[in-house]
């Protein structure tokens, strides 16, 4: 594990609980930081030189949730050693970056997984069903509104920060990039900080996405919409999973589309821990972890030319088509 941040512990909190993972190394600047994770897992060896664990030859994977502007020179670090690699979304700050790591995991044959965990929600994996089998009908719509509460605490893009959740969740059920990014931002510019961010992807077929994100909001919101010409589906992320789809029609009242308690953060690592078992380099999600960079750096430019449409170049790195989960370590 390289980062010991809040996120950070949270992951290698999930890994751990797999009794297939053996937490090797913990790797962390912040002396402090280290500690805190020493204390919780307290069979890791802990360093603050990620060398030192590369070098081990009994780590078989590496997962990097380090600040966002690291992920592309610490995940080559780890790639360059030889390791599967899971990177915290995004994958990197720019697509040539992103595109980078894409390319050393594939030469090298190792999983790259980006930690886009909507993946693994088993509502969104329902609503994907839906919208594939013709259940909702076209042309597509996508509507999305993510907030965070709280105050002005530090600088950064809420649309870097916030907005990888929602395009990776369009590109997921669409199953393609958008043709254009047309966004705007609040605040950008300011030590490029934007607090707010409002982009329309618009994708083939007169299909479209909308997204919304927001820092310092006045409450939290997750939620989401997807509309064809035959049904509705509502997606509520704070609720709990099993009953955070719902579908409504003109003939009938939303109603809760049924599903289970799968914990997405698990699903994930498991995902992760089971392609890497199995030595799948397809098993990770780098195509569409470079997708969701691309349309991220072509909302930027939009937002630094006032709002005008910027295309999304496709890099032929892959399909956007994200492998289905194991459902078990065994079935892998």
Request: aromatic letters at 4%; a neutral charge; glycine letters at 10%.
């Amino acid at each position: 594990m390289i980062g010991a941040g809040p996120w950070g512990l949270t992951l290698t909190g999930a890994f751990a609980r797999l009794p297939e993972v053996d937490i090797r190394w913990i790797c962390e600047l912040d002396e402090e930081r280290l500690a805190r994770a020493g204390t919780v897992h307290s069979a890791a060896k802990l360093t603050r030189n990620a060398d030192e664990a590369l070098r081990d030859p009994e780590v078989h994977a590496v997962v990097v949730a380090v600040e966002p502007a690291r992920h592309h020179v610490v995940g080559m670090r780890a790639l360059e050693a030889d390791k599967h690699l899971f990177v915290e979304k995004p994958l990197a700050l720019s697509a040539r970056d992103a595109e980078e790591l894409r390319a050393a995991a594939a030469a090298r044959g190792r999983v790259l997984a980006v930690g886009h965990l909507l993946l693994h929600h088993p509502a969104v994996q329902r609503a994907r069903q839906m919208v594939a089998a013709g259940l909702v009908g076209e042309p597509l719509t996508f509507s999305a509104n993510r907030a965070t509460p709280g105050a002005p605490q530090r600088l950064g893009s809420a649309w870097w920060a916030l907005a990888p959740h929602d395009i990776s969740l369009a590109l997921h059920l669409f199953g393609e990039l958008p043709a254009t990014v047309s966004a705007r931002g609040g605040a950008w510019g300011l030590a490029q900080e934007d607090n707010a961010a409002t982009a329309v992807l618009r994708f083939g077929g007169a299909r479209t996405a909308q997204i919304h994100v927001a820092r310092f909001a006045a409450r939290k919101r997750r939620d989401t919409t997807i509309g064809g010409s035959k049904a509705t589906l509502t997606f509520d992320e704070l609720a709990p999973t099993d009953e955070a789809l719902r579908v409504s029609t003109a003939q009938r009242t939303p109603a809760i589309v049924p599903g289970d308690r799968r914990d997405p953060l698990l699903a994930q690592c498991l995902d992760f821990v089971a392609s890497v078992a199995r030595g799948d380099a397809a098993g990770g999600n780098a195509a569409h972890a470079v997708g969701v960079v691309r349309v991220l750096e072509a909302g930027e430019r939009s937002m630094r030319q006032q709002g005008a449409p910027q295309p999304v170049a496709d890099s032929g790195g892959g399909t956007l088509a994200v492998p289905e989960p194991a459902t078990s370590f065994e079935a892998a």
